[in-house]
């Protein structure tokens, strides 16, 4: 019978956890968390896709530039531009300076600062790399 391992069940102490990183890596194995699963259900797609998040206090305060994809921002989101756009104060610009574009269908008038694009929403995915290629400096294909 073979004796348990000195943590068995309890967390590792950082010298076992060295030890079995040590010992992971010379035969190259991988160290997985029991629950990895739900963990990092959307790792694999951050990994392929990339991602950037922010939180809403941070877009309040610094961004100034927005491109919006969708309709209807009024019944959905009604406090959005009150509050994350055009709030009454911002630390890092200034609160009414915030500029953007709305792409989508429809052809409702659009926020102060900001230029409705009329575009079908199947082509959201196209034209967001189309403007992160623009932004890199690059020319995108036609």
Request: glycine share 10%; hydrophobic share 45%; net charge negative.
């Amino acid at each position: 019978m073979r004796p348990l391992p000195p943590s068995g069940g309890s967390p590792p102490t950082p010298r076992e956890f060295s030890a079995a990183l040590a010992l992971a890596e010379r035969l190259g194995a991988v160290v997985d968390h029991a629950a990895s699963d739900s963990l990092f259900h959307g790792l694999r797609a951050l990994q392929v896709t990339g991602a950037m998040t922010a939180t809403f206090g941070e877009i309040r305060n610094r961004a100034d530039l927005f491109v919006l994809f969708g309709t209807e921002f009024e019944r959905h989101a009604p406090r959005l531009f009150d509050r994350i756009v055009h709030p009454p104060t911002a630390l890092f610009r200034d609160a009414g300076a915030a500029r953007g574009f709305l792409i989508g269908p429809g052809d409702g008038p659009a926020p102060d600062g900001f230029e409705r694009l009329t575009a079908d929403l199947t082509h959201a995915p196209a034209i967001a790399a189309a403007l992160s290629q623009l932004l890199a400096g690059e020319t995108p294909p036609r």
